[in-house]
């Protein structure tokens, strides 16, 4: 698939952003880390493993830029569920000692090789595929999204994802995933948005859901919209140097759509009376669609 898209482009549209992120800008309680490699290079991840036998494995990718660290308000509910949660350091963190090396699109090609790994070691007998915007384009790719294939990089669909947890995934980009491509979304997937969602002023926040738009009506798609909720929720996730204020309420409304999304469809127990579509409709300030 040839690609025109510019490293700098690419950097805007999937929030590659120059942040300054700290490890300890939560109080949360310390995951494990462990070092695997890949491809010649050390990729740290971090483990968090649940009280009891997990329900499941999550392996989460984080927004451009950012660390795992960033994003306990999410993950750690998800452990408290009963989820196992890995999720990689990759390479275009402002973290990660080798950021430098991995300008433009050689980030995509590090993320799905990250990804290979994990799902090789930890999720051979199934996962769900979730992250944040261009986490959430990682896991929508894991989930059958098509998107631009790197040389090097095998087919990153993975038969082994269940679901797919896309927080603020990016509009369709020229070059590098088109609508089409997001056409062959082929997992249960929860795609979320919020209405000030707005990462440029050419494109609105509707943009965030061409994932969902575009994949064909399965019973399985859902979107879910956040009145006032913005790409960061206040700085709650991705970026704690946001001066606020945290959109908290919100945050744990999408959590707890993304737990309800887990019960209805990682066990293959598609409860019709699930909470999940006990939710549909608008719910101030919350709306739930489903195709």
């Not at 968090?48 to 660290?69: D, M, R, V």
């Not at 050689?106 to 930890?122: K, N, P, Y």
């Not at 209405?195 to 994949?215: F, N, Q, V, Y």
């Not at 006032?228 to 606020?244: K, M, N």
Request: aromatic letters at 8%; charged letters at 15%; a negative charge.
């Amino acid at each position: 698939m040839k690609s025109p898209v510019q490293p700098a482009k690419l950097i805007h549209f999937a929030c590659l952003l120059v942040l300054l992120i700290t490890c300890n800008a939560f109080a949360a309680a310390k995951p494990e880390i462990l070092t695997l490699q890949t491809h010649g290079r050390d990729v740290q991840i971090w483990h968090w493993t649940p009280a009891a036998e997990a329900k499941g494995i999550i392996l989460f990718s984080h927004g451009a830029a950012s660390a795992p660290l960033q994003y306990v308000r999410i993950i750690e509910p998800w452990v408290d569920a009963g989820y196992a949660v890995y999720a990689p350091l990759h390479v275009d963190s402002v973290e990660h000692p080798r950021t430098s090396e991995f300008q433009g699109l050689a980030s995509w090609s590090a993320r799905l090789q990250d990804m290979q790994l994990l799902a090789d070691e930890f999720g051979s007998g199934g996962y769900i595929a979730a992250g944040h915007s261009y986490g959430a384009l990682t896991a929508l790719v894991k989930g059958g999204a098509t998107g631009l294939l790197p040389d090097g990089v095998d087919n990153p669909d993975d038969p082994r994802v269940s679901v797919v947890l896309a927080f603020s995934p990016p509009a369709a980009i020229p070059g590098f995933i088109e609508k089409a491509g997001y056409a062959t979304l082929s997992k249960p997937a929860l795609i979320q948005t919020g209405t000030k969602d707005i990462l440029s002023e050419k494109m609105s926040w509707e943009t965030h859901l061409d994932a969902w738009h575009a994949a064909p009506a399965s019973g399985d798609r859902y979107a879910l919209v956040l009145d006032d909720v913005d790409h960061y929720f206040g700085g709650a996730i991705c970026r704690s140097d946001l001066p606020g204020p945290m959109q908290l309420e919100q945050l744990q409304l999408a959590v707890d759509t993304s737990l309800n999304m887990l019960t209805a469809y990682n066990s293959s127990n598609n409860q019709a009376d699930s909470a999940l579509n006990k939710s549909l409709g608008e719910h101030p300030p919350m709306q739930l669609s489903r195709k």
